[in-house]
């Protein structure tokens, strides 16, 4: 293997939410909120999602990209995730992999911090990734997880 056709980065993305740290943390807890803002939405079709929210479970979705290239409309993804860290209200950290037909393109660590403010609650979300030839790379990953924060933030205001 070629060592230069790994990319390694590190970006962290903070955001604000006007609601509870506890609030913020059961977005992440619990299977139906999660599924709703990580997992669904315009653009993929949802084939499985499954979620053991606990130190060492496993999160697990599987889904197709529509209409956007290079990925072909119908093309596999798959994403794994393993907690590796839990503290209620203010912290996890889970490692994740992504694949495309089977194929893994990226592995990353991930801490997502919790701090209670006047206004609600300040999320510093880190991550820590390898991406492999083929992959995203990591400006459109931090691009995909900004979009996901928000999707997070249209949970938490359309469904208390």
């Known amino acids: 293997m070629n060592p230069s056709a790994l990319t390694h980065s590190t970006f962290t993305i903070n955001r604000s939410y006007p609601t509870s740290p506890a609030r913020v943390f059961a977005a992440f807890a619990d299977p139906v909120k999660k599924r709703r803002w990580f997992a669904e939405g315009e653009g993929f079709i949802l084939d499985s999602f499954s979620q ?3 130190v060492g479970g496993l999160e697990r979705s599987r889904f197709r990209f529509v209409g956007e290239a290079p990925i072909e409309k119908g093309t596999p993804m798959g994403n794994d995730t393993w907690y ?5 209200d203010s912290r996890i950290v889970f490692s994740y992999s992504m694949s495309m037909m089977d194929k893994p393109f990226s592995a ?11 206004a609600g609650t300040d999320l510093v979300f880190t991550e820590h990734g390898v991406f492999f030839e083929g992959s995203d790379g990591p400006e459109i990953r931090q691009g995909g997880w900004r979009q996901l924060l928000e999707s997070l933030a249209q949970e938490l205001e359309q469904n208390p």
């Not at 590796?84 to 209620?88: A, G, S, V």
């Not at 991930?110 to 403010?117: H, K």
């Open 52 to 54: 053991d929210f606990r």
């Open 84 to 88: 590796q860290d839990i503290q209620t």
């Open 108 to 118: 990353s660590l991930v801490s997502v911090e919790l701090f209670p403010t006047a």
